[in-house]
């Protein structure tokens, strides 16, 4: 079974950078994703970003692109979300999901693990 540990959270002030990092219990074969999505007080949870093994190609949402990066390295089995020029709406609880087949990176329906998730708090 995949386990995944989300780490790196915190508080930090506006303008300020974060690295999440999200370690996998065992290896990630090629062919699979991995996603963050957040989730704020009161709000649905959201995507982030999504990393692809498959190619190293990476999807962002409007609201982070320029600001958020996410990488990936095979070796650790660990997936990076390293965010800048944080925004006190960037606070939420961030979870890290691995992708369970296709190209459904956007919704959760494309996911099928997820971690426990770090807190991120943003403050002005």
């Known amino acids: 079974q995949v386990q995944l540990v989300e780490s790196g959270g915190g508080l930090v002030q506006a303008g300020g950078s974060l690295r999440l990092s999200c370690a996998a219990s065992?290896?990630?074969?090629?062919?699979?994703?991995i996603g963050w999505f957040r989730q704020a007080p009161g709000k649905e949870r959201e995507f982030v970003a999504a990393?692809?093994?498959?190619?190293?190609?990476?999807y962002y949402a409007d609201s982070v692109k320029g600001r958020f990066t996410i990488s990936g390295d095979n070796a650790k089995n660990t997936v990076y979300l390293q965010m800048n020029s944080l925004k006190p709406e960037d606070t939420a609880v961030y979870y890290c999901?691995?992708?369970?087949?296709?190209?459904?990176?956007?919704?959760?329906?494309?996911?099928?693990?997820w971690g426990r998730g770090t807190q991120v708090t943003v403050s002005s």
């Open positions: 990393f692809t093994w498959n190619g190293y190609s990476t």
């Open positions: 065992r290896r990630i074969l090629r062919g699979y994703f």
């Open positions: 999901a691995r992708g369970s087949s296709g190209t459904d990176y956007y919704t959760e329906a494309g996911y099928d693990y």
